[in-house]
């Protein structure tokens, strides 16, 4: 098996990392300087484009997938930024089967992740005022 965990490095030094259950220290970010197991040698690095798509953006809401009733522990959470994007990763899976990386999605490609068995909650919305 392969995994990965994506680590966004602001401009500012600061590290997003996306929690893997509505649980986690939602507290998204970690300061790089005082994370030294952090390592960004071997990171890829986005392209412009996608760079300046999350410049000066924000988390809008944070969506973990469901289901029945119980989260989807093998699945991260799902960041909505206010420009309409969402940002989760494919983190683990079998070696050359899976593509494990950071997926950016726009909201048809977000909505397409619910069916008939799997519910998307938003954690502002959905799970905190439970």
């Not at 401009?11 to 005082?34: A, C, M, Q, R, T």
């Not at 089967?97 to 919305?125: E, G, H, P, Y």
């Amino acid at each position: 098996m392969q995994e990965f965990q994506s680590q966004i490095r602001l401009s500012n030094g600061k590290v997003v990392l996306l929690p893997k259950h509505p649980d986690d220290n939602l507290d998204l970010i970690e300061d790089y300087s005082n994370n030294k197991r952090v390592s960004f040698e071997k990171a890829q690095r986005y392209g412009l484009t996608s760079r300046l798509m999350f410049r000066n953006k924000q988390i809008k809401d944070i969506h973990f997938k469901f289901l029945d009733d119980e989260q989807i522990v093998d699945s991260s959470a799902i960041l909505e930024l206010d420009n309409g994007k969402f940002i989760t990763e494919n983190n683990y899976g079998p070696n050359g089967l899976t593509d494990i990386n950071l997926v950016i999605m726009n909201k048809t490609q977000f909505l397409n992740l619910a069916d008939d068995n799997i519910q998307i909650r938003s954690l502002r919305n959905d799970i905190l005022n439970r």
